[in-house]
Every structure is written in C-alpha cells, then in structure tokens.
T-cell receptor, first 117, second 112 residues
Framework: NAGVTQTPKFQVLKTGQSMTLQCAQD?????MYWYRQDPGMGLRLIYY???????DKGEVPNGYNVSRLNKREFSLRLESAAPSQTSVYFC????????????????FGEGSWLTVV | GENVEQHPSTLSVQEGDSAVIKCTYS??????FPWYKQELGKGPQLIID?????GEKKDQRIAVTLNKTAKHFSLHITETQPEDSAVYFC???????????FGSGTKLNVKP
C-alpha cells in the first residue's frame, strides 16, 4: 500500500547542477502534481499532469521541467539549480474529476528536501 | 486564479480546548474544500473535506463549516490532544480543473 513514492528524500546540489526528482503512484490515478513548500508560503503548484501525455504549468514553473513518463510516473527536473530552488518538494496524485462533478482528494508523497548551495 | 488566505499562522491551545482555523477564498467557482494535516517530516494528509452543496460536515472531533456567500470556510477541532499538534492546510479547488490552491498553513501546538 505504497501510495505516492518519491525519491530522493534528501539532496544537496551545487548551483548550476542538474537533477531529477522521481515520483510514482500505485493508485491508478490519472492526475499528478509537483508542489514546492516554503516556510510561510504553503504549497505552490509547479507543474501538473491532468492525464497521461499532458502537462501544464502551475503557479511557479520557472526553472523546472516535467515528464509524464507513463500513467504511474511523473518526474521533475531542475536543469540548472539555483539557491532559490532550495525547498521541500511534494509529488501528489488524484483521480481525474469527471465533467460536472466536484472535488477529488489528492494524495501526497513524503517529500524531497532539496538544498542548493 | 484562486487566492486562499488562512489564519492564524500559529495557534497554541491547552489540551482539551477547541481550536479554530479560518480560510477565505476568492474564486466563486471553487466548489471543493479539503483540509490537510502535515506532521513533521511527512507529506500532508487529508483529514476532512466539504463540497459546496454542504454547509457543515463532522467527523468525530473535527468539523468543517462553509459559508459560500462570504467565501470562507473553517476547521474546528474539539477536545484537542497533543497528537493534534501539526501544521494544517486548507485548500480550494474548482471541480473540473484538478488544481488545488492551498492556504499558507497554521501551526497548531496543543500543550499538555
């Protein structure tokens, strides 16, 4: 009963380095998300994928790229890390909401702590 | 887009007292309002949610109220316990977009 699994849990990067955060869900959800969490700012959406094969920008997409590899996996890539990207990153998933219906729970992973020095 | 504001940012209560956290939202199209609890070092977990066709929902010691006219919703925790200590987030979503907008969080401290 893993739910949403993301790796790595902790990472330290030097400015300018690149890295990919991996995320997988085993709930057969269509929609997946990447959020970042900073003190006093709650959770901000970086990118989301409403369904396999589609990705869209969220509130804070600059400096990031994503890949929806298949229905299970959604990765987040930092091409050239900057100190402003020091944050806790959460992957999440939810079932796609049918037309005319409202609301669906999203499930979060345990988080990835990224420090850029 | 939607803007969700949450207050207070920190809340300290004595064990057994009640705690209330309030959120406002800006988009009248929002129709789903979940609340999440985040324990230290963990991801947020859903504790209760409410849809726009309901004014109040209860689950044991936790309740959520929604006032669509005023565009605000609140989380009520009664008979608080030390294990309720965590960060709580409210969120709002418009049904068809699968996008959730979160408040900035409330750190609740329940003193034994």
């Amino acid at each position: 009963n893993a739910g949403v699994t993301q790796t790595p849990k902790f990472q330290v990067l030097k400015t300018g380095q690149s890295m990919t955060l991996q995320c997988a869900q085993d709930m057969n959800h269509n929609s997946m998300y990447w959020y970042r969490q900073d003190p006093g700012m709650g959770l901000r959406l970086i990118y989301y994928s409403a369904s396999e094969g589609t990705t869209d920008k969220g509130e804070v997409p600059n400096g990031y790229n994503v890949s929806r590899l298949n229905k299970r996996e959604f990765s987040l890539r930092l091409e050239s890390a900057a100190p402003s990207q020091t944050s806790v990153y959460f992957c999440a998933s939810s079932e796609r909401i049918p037309e005319g219906h409202s609301g669906n729970t999203i499930y979060f992973g345990e988080g990835s702590w990224l420090t850029v020095v | 887009g939607e803007n969700v504001e949450q207050h207070p940012s920190t809340l300290s209560v004595q064990e057994g007292d009640s705690a209330v956290i309030k959120c406002t939202y800006s988009d009248s199209a929002s129709n789903y309002f979940p609340w999440y609890k985040q324990e230290l070092g963990k991801g947020p977990q859903l504790i209760i949610d409410i849809r726009s066709n309901v004014g109040e929902k209860k689950d044991q010691r936790i309740a959520v109220t929604l006032n669509k006219t005023a565009k605000h919703f609140s989380l009520h925790i009664t008979e608080t316990q030390p294990e309720d200590s965590a960060v709580y987030f409210c969120a709002a979503s418009t049904g068809n977009f699968n996008k959730f907008y979160f408040g900035s969080g409330t750190k609740l401290n329940v003193k034994p």
